[in-house]
């Protein structure tokens, strides 16, 4: 079994629809978790940090929860432009210098 | 923000080509580099984690006589993937940190070999 699990996807939703992903780590040590967005064959970019207080950041909403150990993003309002895979991401350690855990992402297309 | 620089970002080689990948942290020093593999469809997935000035720490099940990572200064590691073969074509993907920073990816090096 993988440490972090996504739904793979593909998720095909029309512009301005609000999509939500799911998260699960396996690993109840996890220090920091965070959404990464990969686009095709380019490196994973950070989207934002999850907190267990849930955090908001214009139209992308994360949320913790640390008993179920299960990480969630919402997107609002989706634009053409939110098209990428989004990678679930765990740390064993809240230190800038230790490695990720990678889930396998969640593939998004907007559609117009 | 931060730039990690990755070279090259894509090699086309035959089989049994050794090939060095770098990675240079431009702005910053970074105590720590991270060395990240991806299968298409897969998630990325460590390699190695190197120090600057120390032998580099393999994940179980990547080989280190194969894949060699040298870290000689703050701001620069190499990737040598030593008599690559098709199975070793991937995305290889570097980050560079430090205990105060998140880690900042370079662009990636897609590797292909025939």
């Known amino acids: 079994r993988k440490e972090v699990e996504q739904d793979p996807g593909p998720f095909n939703v029309p512009e301005g629809a609000t999509v939500a992903f799911n998260c699960t780590y396996s690993?109840?040590?996890?220090?920091?978790f965070f959404w990464y967005r990969q686009d095709c064959r380019k490196e994973p970019k950070l989207l934002m940090s999850?907190?267990?207080s849930g955090n908001e950041d214009g139209r992308f909403t994360a949320q913790l929860n640390r008993a179920s150990q299960y990480i969630s993003l919402l997107i609002r309002d989706s634009k053409l432009s939110d098209s990428a895979t989004y990678l679930c991401v765990v740390t064993h350690r809240n230190s800038g210098n230790t490695p990720l855990v990678f889930g396998k992402g969640t593939r998004l297309s907007v559609i117009a | 923000g931060a730039v990690v620089s990755q070279h090259p970002s894509w090699v086309i080689c035959k089989s049994g080509t050794s090939v060095k990948i770098e990675c240079r942290s431009l702005?910053?020093?970074?105590?720590?580099m991270f060395w990240y593999r991806q299968f298409p469809k897969q998630s990325l997935m460590l390699m190695a984690t190197?120090?600057?000035?120390?032998?580099?720490?393999?994940e179980q099940g990547v080989e280190k006589d194969k894949f060699l990572i040298n870290h000689a200064s703050l701001t620069l590691s190499t990737l040598t993937v030593t008599s690559a073969h098709p199975e070793d074509s991937s995305f290889y993907i570097c980050?560079?940190?430090?205990?105060?920073?998140?880690?900042?990816f370079g662009d990636g090096t897609r590797l292909s070999i025939l």
């Open positions: 702005d910053f020093q970074a105590t720590t």
């Open positions: 190197s120090n600057e000035g120390s032998k580099a720490t393999y």
């Open positions: 980050s560079a940190s430090t205990a105060n920073q998140p880690q900042h």
């Open positions: 690993n109840s040590a996890s220090q920091s």
């Open positions: 999850v907190y267990s």
